[in-house]
């Protein structure tokens, strides 16, 4: 076996100007691949992580997210009363009430405008948010026109930056604020006073009711109390299962996009692997009569060859994740399909994507190089030998 590992990568490296090129094309398919499936697994992590397992998020029965949610003031009152809402330090029930609407603002640098997510916050928002940190200027005081910007929005959109007032909702704001959420969905977001903004929308109700649980294991129990309560039209979901929802549908349709145009992609890869691999054959038919002569079975052949198609295979598909790795220091946005607000993330290369790529990458060695492998057993000892 090791013999024939030798043999097959002395070959690879005698044709090397065929060796790369062949690698290349498979590495470009595995690019595409990786590159795309990176793509969906950055979106949901960006937005699974935007939510924390203890915290549960309540919504009008039947709405898909919180823009398309409106809880009653009565309501909200209601679920605050619930024995499981977590108390804080200072006496008080870590629970907010919060409004989420969309403006419309332009980009920095283009003419072009995207959704951006208002949410009003209450006092004990960033209590229930441990991972958004102020980076510059203060925080908005209640009563007041004042906001602060996640600093994907203050990167991407004109007049959001410290200092600067933007006009929605019947009034001038002024950003007094920016804060870092990591990689969040939060980032892509503006906050403000809840109360202000949803005077200035003439909101009369909330989006949503947030709450820590005392107890992660209490979740079932205070979702069965609200769901069932006959006074409440309201639903109850873990925060992290909220996020991850709204990430479904998008990541689904990018993981069957990259599907779909790798196979596509995938089938030029394979006809080149099977163009090199049978000139290979071609050109070394005198060896493996030569081969065949010394005593190694069709099966060693066959192997030596398929070895050989595998090698390149791997070749191509450990360069594809090579280039497709530096895609992880970039960060880009697209519209979220749930709430059809501009959401900023970053491509995410995980130990599942490199097994997948690889194995995907080994496939179309295996594929390109299966029938002039087995062209190459099937040779006639006397026939090869006469071409030496």
């Given at each position: 076996m090791e013999l024939?590992f030798?043999?097959?990568?002395r070959?690879l490296?005698?044709?090397?100007?065929?060796?790369v090129l062949?690698a290349?094309?498979?590495?470009?398919?595995v690019?595409?691949?990786?590159?795309?499936?990176m793509?969906a697994?950055?979106?949901?992590?960006t937005?699974?992580?935007?939510?924390s397992?203890?915290n549960v998020?309540?919504?009008r029965?039947?709405?898909?997210s919180e823009?398309?949610?409106?809880v009653?003031?009565n309501?909200?009152?209601?679920?605050?009363?619930?024995?499981?809402?977590a108390?804080g330090?200072?006496g008080?029930?870590?629970?907010?009430?919060?409004l989420?609407?969309?403006?419309?603002?332009?980009?920095?640098?283009?003419?072009s405008?995207?959704n951006v997510?208002?949410?009003?916050?209450?006092d004990?928002?960033l209590v229930l948010?441990?991972q958004?940190?102020l980076?510059?200027g203060?925080?908005?005081?209640?009563?007041l026109?004042?906001?602060m910007?996640?600093?994907?929005?203050?990167?991407?959109?004109?007049n959001v930056?410290?200092g600067?007032?933007i006009f929605f909702a019947?009034?001038?704001w002024?950003?007094?604020g920016?804060?870092d959420?990591g990689e969040?969905?939060?980032?892509?977001e503006?906050?403000g006073?809840?109360d202000?903004l949803?005077?200035?929308?003439?909101?009369?109700v909330?989006s949503?009711?947030i709450?820590?649980?005392q107890?992660?294991?209490e979740?079932?129990?205070?979702k069965?109390?609200?769901?069932?309560?006959p006074?409440?039209?309201?639903e109850a979901?873990r925060e992290?299962?909220y996020y991850?929802?709204?990430?479904?549908?998008?990541?689904?349709?990018?993981?069957?996009?990259?599907?779909?145009l790798t196979?596509v992609f995938s089938?030029g890869?394979?006809?080149?692997?099977?163009?090199?691999?049978?000139?290979a054959?071609?050109?070394?038919?005198a060896?493996i009569?030569t081969?065949?002569?010394l005593?190694?079975?069709r099966?060693s052949?066959?192997?030596?060859f398929?070895l050989?198609?595998?090698?390149?295979?791997l070749?191509?598909g450990?360069?594809?994740l090579?280039?497709?790795?530096f895609?992880?220091?970039?960060?880009?946005?697209?519209t979220?399909?749930?709430?059809?607000?501009e959401l900023?993330?970053?491509?995410?290369?995980?130990?599942?994507?490199v097994?997948?790529?690889?194995?995907?990458?080994l496939?179309m060695?295996?594929a390109?190089?299966?029938l002039?492998?087995?062209?190459a057993?099937r040779m006639?000892i006397?026939?090869a030998?006469?071409?030496?």
């Amino acid at each position: 076996m090791e013999l024939l590992f030798f043999y097959s990568f002395r070959n690879l490296l005698t044709r090397r100007l065929t060796t790369v090129l062949t690698a290349s094309g498979m590495a470009l398919v595995v690019f595409a691949f990786a590159s795309i499936v990176m793509l969906a697994e950055g979106l949901q992590k960006t937005l699974v992580q935007t939510g924390s397992y203890d915290n549960v998020i309540v919504i009008r029965r039947g709405a898909g997210s919180e823009v398309q949610s409106g809880v009653e003031r009565n309501q909200a009152a209601i679920v605050e009363t619930q024995p499981e809402v977590a108390i804080g330090d200072d006496g008080r029930r870590l629970l907010a009430k919060e409004l989420v609407v969309l403006i419309t603002l332009e980009k920095r640098g283009t003419e072009s405008r995207s959704n951006v997510v208002i949410r009003g916050i209450s006092d004990t928002s960033l209590v229930l948010r441990p991972q958004v940190k102020l980076v510059s200027g203060r925080l908005p005081r209640s009563g007041l026109s004042e906001i602060m910007a996640g600093q994907s929005v203050a990167k991407r959109f004109k007049n959001v930056g410290l200092g600067e007032e933007i006009f929605f909702a019947t009034r001038s704001w002024t950003i007094v604020g920016i804060f870092d959420a990591g990689e969040t969905g939060f980032n892509s977001e503006i906050w403000g006073d809840v109360d202000q903004l949803m005077q200035g929308f003439r909101r009369p109700v909330y989006s949503s009711v947030i709450f820590k649980l005392q107890d992660s294991l209490e979740f079932d129990t205070v979702k069965e109390h609200i769901e069932g309560d006959p006074r409440l039209t309201l639903e109850a979901r873990r925060e992290t299962k909220y996020y991850e929802d709204q990430s479904a549908a998008l990541a689904k349709f990018l993981r069957i996009l990259g599907i779909s145009l790798t196979i596509v992609f995938s089938f030029g890869a394979i006809v080149g692997a099977m163009i090199t691999m049978y000139s290979a054959v071609a050109n070394r038919t005198a060896e493996i009569g030569t081969l065949r002569a010394l005593g190694f079975q069709r099966g060693s052949i066959l192997l030596a060859f398929l070895l050989e198609s595998l090698i390149l295979g791997l070749m191509g598909g450990l360069a594809g994740l090579f280039f497709a790795s530096f895609l992880q220091f970039f960060t880009i946005s697209t519209t979220n399909f749930q709430t059809f607000s501009e959401l900023a993330f970053s491509f995410a290369l995980t130990s599942q994507i490199v097994y997948q790529a690889l194995i995907f990458s080994l496939i179309m060695g295996f594929a390109g190089g299966i029938l002039p492998a087995f062209r190459a057993s099937r040779m006639n000892i006397v026939e090869a030998l006469r071409e030496a």
